[in-house]
């Protein structure tokens, strides 16, 4: 483990200084994501100006869910958007050679080596964002609640990984621009909305196969709820059984990985 | 070291005819075919030796090497390297093994070189010290010192070979895979790596394939190779020995004492060089006896020499003949 902490240390650095070489990239990611978040809190903000509750949730607790999902984003997108954007490309282009034959996991290679500084800074705008939201509440935290919450917010966005991840490795058999990143993107809005609006048959699927709930809902239902060991049950065994589908998955892909020719 | 035997490889490629109905119609048909890269190829290749690989474009060389270092499986067929079958990827493997591609960089566009080799020698787990030691070695065999703190995309396309030659060897593989280590670089680059390949090879004794459509790379570096022709194996042996076996002609060349009229000549007979007071003629092993005496009546005083093919014109004349 502290091998591939090193490794990924060498990847902050390496990505960092060649973040700032490129200026207009490096603000416009800034103001697109913080257009992407006013646009959300906005949205909720014209609902809540019809109605007090959606799904049992006030506006103060669907606003704490909100800037917990803008967390679990702004990570994916520093730590693994741009690796898991240019996968296609590596798998078409046949540029995943090198990748594989290194004494390191490829995945993990291959998921981290382009860390996105010019999104770090919406890192810090999400998280600032997130303890506002929760310093507003009305209603009291215990420190256990907090912390589990955040627990709960990193798996969320290990998940977001593994199921971005499930969507671009279909472009090993598809050999398409973007394997089914599409899909996935279409289907992420699941995780933006509250959870308890879902019901039956779709729920079931958004919490398990496709578990977009778990990623910023569940970990808000922490605080609402207090501390709810099924929902800890639950995510650690879904996030578990997903990174075994991911590992099978993923070795399945590299068998058909066919290269290009020179 | 390395051991293959009976290495088969097929592709399923997609054929779709021009057009926007054709298009169309593979949305819901597609017609496939199977395309054979590498037919059942088999060679070893030992400790501190250097296999040339050579064949023509599409004949699955770099099919046959990407196989043996573990990116493709194959159809079929068993690769022994170092006891490891390379398609495991284990570590330990991947560890003893480098890949070098003319055509491909491993370097990070962006960064220094210095800067990527620190990072291998994380990904390596390599002693700093026995990594420093090793990279002074390759900076100064290579004369490439002054460059390494010098992002790689603004190095010649030489230097940033030499880079790419220090980042793949940086960990002393026990097993080298060079794939046209020298291609589109100029005269005194190519020789450059060439001695360097050969200097790494006494010096650290790995096994090494090497494939390469420029005949001096294979005929500087090889004692032995492997010729492939669209994927099927049809040679194994000293260099030497592809004329033998290969070559149905001789070269005839005579030496003149003064100028002389082709026209006096047979048509026939094929003339391949004329240096003015050298001719070169290439003619089938059977006929050299009556060419010769041909020769001979029509140029009095001439100096003949019969001789053997060039190697390199040898392949060159092979792979024409079974495109």
Redo the contacts between chains.
């Keep these: 483990m502290g091998?591939y902490s090193?490794?990924y240390l060498?990847f902050l650095?390496?990505s960092f200084?060649?973040a700032m070489?490129f200026r207009l990239d490096f603000f416009f990611r800034i103001v697109m994501d913080t257009v992407y978040y006013a646009v959300h809190i906005i949205f909720f903000g014209v609902i809540y100006g019809h109605t007090s509750m959606v799904g049992g949730w006030n506006f103060d607790q669907v606003l704490i869910f909100m800037c917990g999902f803008f967390l679990v984003d702004a990570l994916h997108m520093t730590v693994h958007a741009n690796n898991l954007w240019a996968l296609p490309e590596y798998v078409n282009k046949?540029?995943?050679?090198?990748y594989?034959?290194?004494?390191?996991s490829?995945l993990f290679f291959l998921s981290h080596r382009d860390f996105a500084a010019n999104s770090f800074v919406n890192l810090i705008i999400a998280a600032s964002m997130l303890i506002w939201a929760i310093l507003r509440y009305p209603g009291e935290f215990s420190p256990l609640q907090i912390m589990v919450f955040l627990g709960l917010l990193l798996n969320g966005a290990y998940l977001y990984w593994l199921i971005h991840m499930c969507f671009v490795i279909p472009v090993f058999w598809t050999h398409s621009a973007h394997g089914f990143q599409m899909l996935f993107y279409s289907l992420k809005q699941f995780a933006e909305r509250p959870d308890p609006i879902f019901q039956g048959l779709m729920r079931r699927t958004l919490t398990t196969i496709l578990p977009f709930l778990l990623i910023a809902s569940y970990p808000a239902r922490i605080l609402f709820e207090g501390l709810n060991t099924t929902i800890l049950i639950h995510s650690g065994l879904v996030s578990l059984g997903l990174t075994i589908f991911l590992l099978w998955f993923w070795n399945k892909a590299l068998?058909s990985?066919?290269?290009a020719?020179? | 070291m390395i051991h293959v035997k009976n290495l088969r490889k097929e592709f399923t490629v997609h054929r779709k005819p021009p057009g926007i109905i054709a298009s169309m119609k593979a949305l819901f048909i597609r017609d496939t075919i199977t395309k054979v890269a590498v037919q059942e190829v088999s060679f070893h290749v030992a400790e501190g030796e250097i296999l040339g690989l050579i064949g023509a474009n599409g004949a699955g060389k770099t099919t046959i090497v990407k196989m043996l270092s573990g990116i493709i499986h194959p159809t079929s067929g068993s690769v022994d390297v170092m006891g490891y079958n390379p398609w495991q990827r284990q570590k330990n493997f991947c560890r003893q093994i480098a890949l070098i591609m003319g055509q491909k960089a491993q370097l990070w566009w962006d960064l220094p070189a210095a800067d990527c080799f620190l990072l291998l020698r994380e990904i390596y787990q390599v002693d700093p010290k026995k990594h420093q030691e090793m990279l002074e070695f390759l900076l100064s065999i290579l004369d490439v010192r002054d460059e390494i703190n010098i992002q790689i995309r603004r190095l010649s396309l030489g230097e940033r070979m030499k880079m790419e030659l220090i980042a793949a060897l940086l960990h002393k593989p026990k097993v080298v895979y060079l794939d046209e280590p020298t291609i589109g670089l100029d005269l005194a680059a190519q020789r450059a790596i060439r001695n360097f390949i050969l200097g790494y090879r006494d010096s650290v004794k790995p096994a090494m394939i090497l494939t390469s459509h420029y005949m001096e790379d294979i005929e500087r570096l090889c004692k032995r190779v492997v010729i492939l022709l669209n994927g099927k194996f049809v040679f194994d042996g000293a260099l030497q020995d592809v004329v033998q076996q290969f070559s149905a002609h001789k070269i005839i060349s005579v030496k003149l004492h003064k100028p002389v009229d082709l026209t006096r000549l047979n048509p026939e007979i094929e003339l391949i060089e004329d240096h003015g007071d050298e001719l070169k003629f290439r003619v089938m092993a059977e006929d050299v006896a009556h060419v010769s005496q041909h020769l001979l009546a029509k140029i009095p005083g001439a100096n003949l020499a019969v001789g053997e093919m060039n190697t390199a014109d040898v392949i060159e004349e092979l792979f024409q003949e079974k495109a």
């Design positions: 091998r090193k490794l060498y650095r390496f200084s060649r070489e046949g540029h995943l050679d090198y594989l034959i290194r004494p390191v490829s068998r990985y066919s290269s020719s020179s």
